[in-house]
RNA sequence: GCGCCGGUGGCGAAGUGGCUAACGCACAGGUCUGCAAAACCUGCACUCGCGGGUUCGAUUCCCGCCCGGCGCUCCA
C-alpha cells in the first residue's frame, strides 16, 4: 500500500523492510487521566492501517507503549497520596476497556515505561559514550543537540538560527543549550525515583520510546506512528536519541494523524468542548457511530468533530446493519444474477484500492453503500440469488475487517458506561434514554412483541401502535416484514 | 511574525486538466405497508471561497486576496 511518510513528504510505499514482517511502533496514551476522542481518533486511525495490512496478508509486529510515569502522573499520584503503580493502573484498565469498545485492535508488544528503566539507562550510558549526554550538577541528563545535526528532519525545522540563551526557562539553567532536552530527571525531593548507575531519577518522556523501540524492533525498523502534535518535538528527540547510537534511520516511515476540532475549535477543557469516550457513551452514542465517526475523514485530515456528524453514523451504521441482516436471514434461491456478481467485483476492487490509496477510508466507503443499494434492489426485484449472497458477504467481510461497524457489538460498552457511572457517582450524567434501554431486557422485548403481534391478528391496531410507540420511547425500534418482525436498538 | 493545511449541494465528504462532480446523512414527492419502519424510484451543486493568469478547455495548474484551522511550549 501507499501511506503518506512525513519523512519523505511523499506517499511512499509501505512495505516490510525483511520483506516478511513489517514492524512498527506507535507511540501509546499516558495513562493520567481518561481518554478523550482525540486521543481516540489517532488510536482508531492506527487500527484501520493495522487492519487493512492484516487484510492484504502483511504479518505485523506493533509494539505500542505505554507511558506510566511522567510529570502530571507524579503529581496527581502524590497529590492522592497514592503510589503511582496505583494510581495509573485504574486509566491503563480504563483506557483498555475503551479500546474494545470502539473494537481497537491490541498491538502484538504492549510496551510499559517502568518495566524498561534499565533499557532507557543504558540508552543514556551509550549515548554518553557518543558525546550526545551530559550530566548537569543537580543530577539530570540532557541530550546534547549540537551532537546531532540533523535535528529537524522529520518536522523540517531549521534550528540553526535558534540563539542559545534567547528563551532559557529558568530551572534549566544548567543545561548547556535552551534547546537541549532532559534524558533523565533528577528527583525533587518526595518525587517517584530510581536507583541507578547514571544516578537517582526518572526517565525524561522522550528516552523511552527510543529504548523500547530498540528493544523490540532492533535499531531500525519499518513504520512509527502518533499524532501529529508528537512530530515535534517527541518524535524529532526519538531520532536523536537512538540515531546518535544506531547511526542508522530509526524508522523508514513515519505516519501522522492529523488532530481532531470539536464543534470547528480545538478541544479543550476552558472551551467546554472536551469529551472523553465516556462521556459520548452516557449521552446514549454507540460505540460503533463514534468509530465510523473518527475513521470516515481520511487520516491526514482535519476532522470537525460534532453530535450531528454522530447522529449521521448512527444512520449510515443502520443502513449496513439493515442490508446485513436481510442478507443474512433472507431466503434466495440458488443461482447467480451477473449484475450482481460484476457489482461485487467492482466493489471490492474500488474499495482495496482506495484503502491502498494512503488510507483513504472516505473513498473506501462509497463503493460498500453502492454495492448495499444494488443488492437491495435486486432483492426487490426478486433477483438476488444464493451465490449473491455469498459474494456480497464476503465483501462485507472486508469492508467489517477494517471499519468494524456491521457486526453489532454496541451493548457491552453501553452497559459497562452505564455501570462505570453509578460506580463513579456520574448517575445523572446518564441519559433517561440509554437507562431505560439499558434496563429493559431482551425478554421482556419480545414479550411485548409477542403481545402486539396478538393485537395486529386482531386487528386492534390501537394497542399494537400503543406498544411499538412505548417501544420506541426506549430506543427499540421496530420493522415488520414478511419474514415476522424484527427489532433493535437505536 | 514564520511555517503548514483546508474552503466542493442544508450538513459531512471524495475526486478529476475535458465522461451526467462519488458516497453518507438530511429533506421533498412516489411505490410498498392497516399505519409505520425498512427497501426501492425520482428530485435536491449548469457548479466546486473571491479576483486574475496559463490553456482549445480549470473545480482540478500558477499568482494575489478573503475566510477557517493547526504548528512554532505540555498535548493524540
Known sequence: MRLFNTLSGEVDELVPSDGKELRMYACGPTVYDYGHIGNFRTFLEIDVLRRFLKLTGVQLRHVMNITDVDDKIIRNSSAAGISIGDYTKKYVEAFFEDLDALGVQRPEIIARATENIDRMVE????????????????????????????????????????????????????????????????????????????????????????????????????????????????????????ESVTHQPLARHWMHVRFLLVDGKKMSKSEGNFYTLRDLLLKGYKASAIRLALISVPYRHQL?????????????????????????????????????????????????????????????????FDLVRLSNTAMDQGKFFEADREAVKRVLADFDAVFAVIEDRDAEPMRKAVEWAKQEGR????????????????????????????????????????????????????????????????
Open 123 to 242: 540508552l543514556i550510558e551509550k549515548l554518553k559514550e557518543a558525546g550526545a549526554a551530559y550530566k548537569t550538577e543537580d543530577g539530570s541528563w540532557y541530550f546534547k543537540l549540537k551532537a546531532f545535526p540533523e535535528y529537524g528532519k522529520l518536522s523540517k525545522k531549521d534550528l540553526s538560527g535558534m540563539e542559545d540563551g534567547a528563551r532559557v526557562d529558568v530551572d534549566e539553567y544548567e543545561k548547556d543549550s535552551a534547546r537541549d532536552f532532559a534524558l533523565w530527571k533528577a528527583p525533587k525531593p518526595g518525587e517517584t525515583a530510581w536507583d541507578t548507575v547514571i544516578g537517582r531519577g526518572r526517565p525524561g518522556w522522550h528516552i523511552e520510546c527510543s529504548a523500547m523501540s530498540m528493544k523490540y524492533l532492533g535499531d531500525s525498523f519499518d513504520l512509527h506512528a502518533g499524532g501529529e502534535d508528537l512530530m515535534f518535538p517527541h518524535h524529532e528527540n526519538e531520532i536523536a536519541q537512538s
Open 427 to 490: 448517575e445523572a450524567d446518564v441519559a433517561p434514554e440509554l437507562l431505560a434501554q439499558v434496563s429493559l431486557t431482551d425478554d421482556a422485548i419480545n414479550a411485548l412483541l409477542a403481545e402486539r403481534d396478538q393485537a395486529k391478528r386482531r386487528r386492534d391496531f390501537g394497542r399494537a401502535d400503543a406498544i411499538r410507540k412505548e417501544l420506541t420511547e426506549k430506543g427499540i425500534v421496530i420493522e415488520d416484514s414478511k419474514d415476522g418482525v424484527r427489532w433493535k436498538r437505536k
Open 304 to 368: 470537525n468533530f460534532t453530535f450531528d456528524g454522530l447522529v449521521d453514523a448512527t444512520a449510515a451504521i443502520d443502513r449496513l446493519r439493515t442490508f446485513n441482516g436481510r442478507l443474512t436471514k433472507g431466503k434466495f434461491e440458488a443461482g447467480e444474477n451477473p449484475e450482481v456478481q460484476a457489482a461485487v467485483k467492482k466493489s471490492h476492487q474500488d474499495y482495496m484500492a482506495a484503502l491502498a490509496n494512503d488510507l483513504n477510508t472516505a473513498e473506501a466507503r462509497a463503493p460498500i
